[in-house]
Structure formats: structure tokens, C-alpha cells
């Protein structure tokens, strides 16, 4: 059964740090990881998404690296800014399958 | 595009009731998957419609139930509500059957309170 973690929950940094968010995931047989942003009470919005054959992605400050064999995302955001204020979540989905599994997210305050 | 449109926003519903949940779907997705996100948790998948069938549904009791429209709109029931069931109901759409990934398209959301 696909279990996916991320750490840490929570996370408060001053404006202008560079910071990575981790998700790990215990089946390396993935179709495809997203990165998701989720402000309070609203829908989700993807970031980034790296298919299986892929090793990162790039958005602007968003850099998102895949190790499938260890099970292992990061989500790195280059000089953070009070906006990137939110609920971040990773997400995969197993080969075969049509459903993403998510991790419970990290809530990260960026600090003016 | 107008985007993934879900209604209503928000709801309060009394334990053993049913409910209807909508979602509109992106222009030109014709799959629809929804979510239920219990508070300080995240998404589980319910199920999801390709064509007007349920194609894939995650481990939620029978009680919950879809339908997906020629338009490729879509509806949530759940009968006889429980407490438990409070929480942000998710609508995603994409394009094409199963795109790995690619244009998955989230609502907003609907908040449902059960008291």
C-alpha cells in the first residue's frame, strides 16, 4: 500500500531563505509526482510535475528533484517571499492506477 | 477556460441526511475525480468518472455515489451523513481519460459541516 510522508509539518522562516520541503513515498513503482500549493480553505493548484522518467522540474523559484529508487521528492524555493505562504502537498500516483495518494502536507509562513 | 467551478461553497448538514455536491469541469477535460480532505489532512480520493462511468474509486463506503453528465459535470452524494464526513470536498478534472498527471485541474472546494 502507497504511503506517502512529508516532513517537516510545519516550517516558519524569515523572508529571502532558501528552503526545501521533503516527501518521501513507499512504493518506488510511481507513475508521476506533483507538487501541490493549498492556501487556507481553497483548492489546490499544481506546481510541478515530474513523471517517472524524470529526475526535476523547474518553475521560476521552484525546483522539484525525484529519486524514485529511494522514494524521495524535494521541493526546493529559492529566496522565499510572504507569499509562498501556504500548504504545500505531494502527491503520486502508482503505475495502473487513476487516483493521486497524498501526503498531509508541510505548512510553511514566510515571515515579512 | 473557466476553470473547475464547485457548488455550493459551503454547507451544514444534519447527521443521517444526504447531500448533493456539484463540480463543473475545465473546458474539454472529460474525467472527474473527487477528494474528501478531513482538516489538517491531506486529499483522499473517492472516485473518479470517465465518460459518464466510474472508473477507479478509492476506499470510501458505498454510500458515497457519483454521476458525471454528457456535459462531463459531475455530482457527489452521500447518504446518511455522519459526523465523520465533515470536511473540504475536492472536484478535479482532466483532460482525456487517465493523462498521467498532466492538466489535473482542482475546484475550490466545498466545505460540508455535519451537526
Known amino acids: 500500500k502507497q504511503e506517502v510522508t512529508q516532513i517537516p509539518a510545519a516550517l516558519s522562516v524569515p523572508e529571502g531563505e532558501n528552503l526545501v520541503l521533503n516527501c518521501s513515498f513507499t512504493d518506488s513503482a510511481i507513475y508521476n509526482l506533483q507538487w501541490f500549493r493549498q492556501d487556507p480553505g481553497k483548492g489546490l493548484t499544481s506546481l510541478l510535475l515530474?513523471?517517472?522518467?524524470?529526475r526535476e522540474q523547474t518553475s521560476g523559484r521552484l525546483n522539484a528533484s525525484l529519486d524514485k529508487s529511494s522514494g524521495r521528492s524535494t521541493l526546493y524555493i529559492a529566496a522565499s517571499q510572504p507569499g509562498d505562504s501556504a500548504t504545500y502537498l505531494c502527491a503520486v500516483t502508482t503505475s495502473g492506477t487513476y487516483k493521486y495518494i497524498f501526503g498531509t502536507g508541510t505548512r510553511l509562513k514566510v515571515l515579512a | 477556460e473557466t476553470g473547475v467551478t464547485q457548488s455550493p461553497t459551503h454547507l451544514i448538514k444534519t447527521r443521517g441526511q444526504q447531500v448533493t455536491l456539484r463540480c463543473s469541469s475545465q473546458s474539454g477535460h472529460n474525467t472527474v475525480s473527487w477528494y474528501q480532505q478531513a482538516l489538517g489532512q491531506g486529499p483522499q480520493f473517492i472516485f473518479q468518472y470517465y465518460r459518464e462511468e466510474e472508473n477507479g474509486r478509492g476506499n470510501f463506503p458505498p454510500r458515497f455515489s457519483g454521476l458525471q453528465f454528457p456535459n462531463y459535470s459531475s455530482e457527489l452524494n452521500v447518504n446518511a451523513l455522519e459526523l465523520d464526513d465533515s470536511a473540504l470536498y475536492l472536484c478535479?478534472?482532466?483532460?482525456?481519460?487517465?493523462?498521467?498527471?498532466?492538466?489535473?485541474?482542482f475546484g475550490s472546494g466545498t466545505r460540508l459541516t455535519v451537526v
Open positions: 515530474i513523471q517517472s522518467s524524470q
Open positions: 478535479a478534472s482532466s483532460p482525456g481519460g487517465w493523462t498521467g498527471g498532466a492538466g489535473y485541474t
